[in-house]
T-cell receptor, first 114, second 114 residues
Framework: KQEVTQIPAALSVPEGENLVLNCSFT??????LQWFRQDPGKGLTSLLL?????REQTSGRLNASLDKSSGRSTLYIAASQPGDSATYLC?????????????FGKGTKLSVIP | DTGVSQDPRHKITKRGQNVTFRCDPI?????LYWYRQTLGQGPEFLTY????????KSRLLSDRFSAERPKGSFSTLEIQRTEQGDSAMYLC????????????FGSGTRLTVV
């Protein structure tokens, strides 16, 4: 059974700092990996999607990398802003036959201090 | 295309009552998913539809839960005889065939059972 772990569980940084969020998964047979942002009491907003054949994806100040063989992904946020404060969730889509579900980590709660 | 819509946004109900939630996916997406999220946890898979066929159900989906997707369009999730443990955020997501473009989530329905 796939398990996804996110470290750290919470992170507080001053505005302007670069930061890295970590995600690890136990079964490397994934189809893709997706990073989401969730604001308190809200739904999930997709940030980046990395296919299993890709090594990284970039969108603005965000860069996500994927090392499938080691079961790891990182989300790099450059020049953090208070508006980046949210919970960041990593999810993997397994390529196992018959399963179409995403497996999520518990998330990293980010606070960017002005 | 206005994204994935969920209704209602919030629902407070008394224990033992039945509740029904609705999800309208992105129109061209043939796959629809329901997830449940409790405080401090990542979303957990409940069930999956491809068009009108319910192809996968989690063991979390007890016999008090039922989901439908008539005509492969909108979907409903009904919980009968609600319990306090059903209090959670219920999230709906949709994706296109093959999942190459990842999941798009709705804003969720927050259920509180009192």
């Amino acid at each position: 059974k796939q398990e996804v772990t996110q470290i750290p569980a919470a992170l507080s940084v001053p505005e302007g700092e670069n930061l890295v969020l970590n995600c690890s998964f136990t079964d490397s047979a994934i189809y893709n990996l997706q990073w989401f942002r969730q604001d308190p009491g809200k739904g999930l907003t997709s940030l980046l999607l990395i296919q299993s054949s890709q090594r990284e994806q970039t969108s603005g100040r965000l860069n996500a990398s994927l090392d499938k063989s080691s079961g790891r992904s990182t989300l790099y946020i450059a020049a953090s802003q208070p508006g980046d404060s949210a919970t960041y969730l990593c999810a993997v889509f397994d390529s196992g036959a018959g399963s179409y579900q995403l497996t999520f980590g518990k998330g990293t709660k980010l606070s960017v201090i002005p | 295309d206005t994204g994935v819509s969920q209704d209602p946004r919030h629902k407070i109900t008394k224990r033992g009552q039945n509740v029904t939630f609705r999800c309208d996916p992105i129109s061209e997406h043939n796959r629809l998913y329901w997830y449940r999220q409790t405080l401090g946890q990542g979303p957990e898979f409940l069930t999956y539809f491809q068009n009108e066929a319910q192809l996968e159900k989690s063991r979390l989906l007890s016999d008090r839960f039922s989901a439908e997707r008539p005509k492969g369009s909108f979907s409903t999730l009904e919980i009968q005889r609600t319990e306090q443990g059903d209090s959670a955020m219920y999230l709906c997501a949709s994706s296109s065939q093959g999942g190459n473009y990842g999941y798009t989530f709705g804003s969720g329905t927050r259920l509180t059972v009192v």
